[in-house]
């Protein structure tokens, strides 16, 4: 399976007039990509589990030959390409004017090669900043797995059902039915009360406390930089794009609030449950390249304080919360 989408960006001055900026952004969001794959998350414990189940399954049967597809994930590759208006100009005048006492040093310049490299710059030069995503999905291989048993040439034909069978099932399913029938008889009032029973015993049984509460029970019991208005949002997100998705959205209405309304320093806690929900040495990591992706444009740097991240499993005993939770703080403009 193949996808390609585009995706533009006119309206952003700021990545607009800057190819450095735009295109730090990107090496930062690749970087970002590649670390999070040694994030421990759902999928991961469940692809660990399913192997150790399948290696099991192996030795009890002795099947040195299975296949193991039906576990193996599938093999996606996330490939990134930008382009800008100003796409190439990323150097300085100090290192153009070495590249130029470098290649007459060199003492030859090899013409063909600079027009091919100045057609491929030209090339990516869109009208706006431009970044083309590429996702491409493989199967796992398969090393030869058994093929199936093929059934005997006596085993072609159909058994067929008689009319006896089909009395045997009715007498059989009929007995069960009546020895499963109550022997105490209630009445309709005493049936009624039996069933809104067993209603409030299963009601009982169900925990009423959602995640969001329990963060926000925990956030203003135990972090002292909560503010009367501090924002608290939640996601099921389990995978790490879909976590920096949803945590660069709170960060758009962070910037969004912070230049439309009185608050210039506003204060969100997004709540991950399932995320990073097994390391919370993922979860650190994950915020911390929250802070480098940030980092790396003009507009964004040092308008985020640093990332706080909470957890079960925190090595600090004031940071370790009953679920996943990051803490964001907006920084008033100097």
């Not at 060199?106 to 100045?118: I, S």
């Not at 650190?284 to 507009?299: D, G, L, S």
Request: hydrophobic content about 35%.
């Amino acid at each position: 399976m193949r996808q390609t989408q585009v995706m533009v960006v006119p309206s952003n001055p700021a990545l607009s007039d800057s190819f450095t900026d735009f295109h730090n952004l990107i090496e930062a969001i690749n970087a970002a990509r590649r670390v999070a794959r040694d994030f421990v998350t759902g999928s991961h414990l469940e692809r660990m589990d399913d192997g150790d189940m399948a290696d099991m399954d192996d030795e009890q049967h002795h099947h040195p030959g299975s296949s193991h597809a039906t576990t193996t994930p599938w093999s996606v590759s996330v490939n990134c390409a930008h382009l800008h208006p100003h796409y190439g100009t990323t150097k300085t005048p100090e290192q153009v004017l070495e590249e130029l006492k470098a290649e007459e040093a060199a003492g030859e310049v090899d013409v063909n090669y600079q027009k091919f490299q100045e057609q491929r710059m030209m090339a990516r030069r869109s009208p706006y900043p431009t970044v083309v995503l590429e996702v491409c999905a493989r199967p796992p291989p398969d090393f030869g797995a058994a093929p199936p048993p093929s059934s005997p040439a006596n085993n072609k034909e159909e058994t067929k059902i008689t009319s006896e069978d089909i009395s045997k099932l009715e007498a059989l399913f009929g007995q069960s039915a009546h020895m499963n029938h109550p022997t105490k008889h209630m009445t309709p009032k005493e049936e009624e009360d039996d069933f809104y029973s067993r209603i409030g015993n299963s009601i009982q049984e169900l925990s009423v406390v959602t995640p969001m509460q329990m963060a926000q029970d925990y956030i203003a019991t135990h972090d002292p930089h909560v503010p009367p208005t501090a924002a608290f949002t939640t996601s099921d997100a389990e995978e790490p794009d879909e976590a920096f998705e949803f945590v660069f959205t709170n960060l758009s209405m962070m910037a969004e609030q912070a230049a439309n309304e009185d608050n210039d320093d506003p204060r969100y806690y997004v709540v991950l449950p399932h995320f990073c929900a097994a390391s919370a040495t993922s979860l650190e990591k994950f915020c911390t390249q929250i802070q480098t992706i940030c980092h790396a444009t003009t507009e964004l740097r040092g308008r985020l304080a640093a990332v706080e991240c909470f957890h079960p499993e925190h090595i600090l005993p004031t940071h370790r919360a009953p679920i996943s939770v990051v803490a964001l703080q907006w920084k008033p403009k100097k």
